[in-house]
């Protein structure tokens, strides 16, 4: 398979994408199938701000 256009992928090979496309869909079925407690949007947010205002941000 040869190079994919830089206008219309960002990757640089037919392999590169497929590739991407397989890790991506492994760590959405993970994501999906996770055991693990959900996370509220607030408390996202609030874990964000304070890692944010730790290193100096806004």
Same mark, same amino acid.
């Given at each position: 398979?040869? @190079?994919?256009?830089? =206008?219309?992928?960002?990757?640089? #090979?037919?392999?590169?994408?497929?590739?991407?496309? @397989?890790?991506?869909?492994?760590?959405? $079925?993970?994501?999906?199938?996770? #055991? $693990?407690?959900? =996370?509220?949007?607030?408390?996202? @947010?609030?874990?964000?701000?304070?890692? =944010?205002? @730790?290193?100096?941000?806004?």
């Amino acid at each position: 398979m040869g @190079k994919l256009d830089p =206008i219309y992928s960002e990757f640089e #090979t037919e392999e590169d994408a497929q590739a991407y496309d @397989k890790w991506f869909r492994a760590q959405v $079925e993970a994501a999906l199938n996770s #055991t $693990e407690p959900d =996370i509220s949007h607030e408390q996202m @947010k609030a874990e964000i701000r304070a890692i =944010i205002e @730790k290193h100096g941000g806004a």
